[in-house]
Each structure stands twice: as C-alpha cells, then as structure tokens.
C-alpha cells in the first residue's frame, strides 16, 4: 500500500519572492505586492484554498506583461558632444 505524502508549506520570504520574481524578469514592485497579498491571506488564494506552490501560483496569476521588468533598449539615445 503506498503512503500519500503530506507536503508541509513552509511561506516564502519578502527576499525569496524579489529574488525569484527578478529571475524571470518580473519587478521587485509586484514581488512585494505578491508577498503581502498572500501572506495577509495567510497564504490561501482568492477562493480560500491553501497555496502549496507559491512559484506556480506566480506564474499563472502574476507573471504578467504589466508586471515585467521594462527596458529602455528602444529609447531615444542622446548624442553627447
């Protein structure tokens, strides 16, 4: 017979999410918005269920092109003389 194995959700920390949101080129703004959504919640999403996966819950509900690191790559260079 085999065991179901019980996952023990340990929260992330405030640096845990900045770093992995700055990873995959998410800002450090929404990492912290994420933080303290989640931790106010008690770690439990919108429909009260525990979060067990904090990273995928990123990825499907705030990695976002709104939430993405904006470059300058396409501005305007000045000419310095």
Do not use: C, M
Request: aromatic share 16%; hydrophobic share 35%; charged share 30%.
């Amino acid at each position: 017979r085999k065991e179901k194995k019980i996952n023990t959700f340990i929260p992330p920390t405030l640096d845990d999410v900045k770093i992995y949101f700055k990873e995959k080129g998410y800002t450090e703004y929404s990492a912290t918005k994420f933080f303290e959504y989640y931790s106010a919640g008690n770690w439990h999403d919108s429909e009260n269920k525990p979060i067990i996966a904090w990273k995928q819950k990123a990825i499907v509900v705030w990695f976002k092109d709104e939430n993405k690191i904006k470059t300058v790559a396409n501005a305007p260079r000045r000419i310095i003389q």
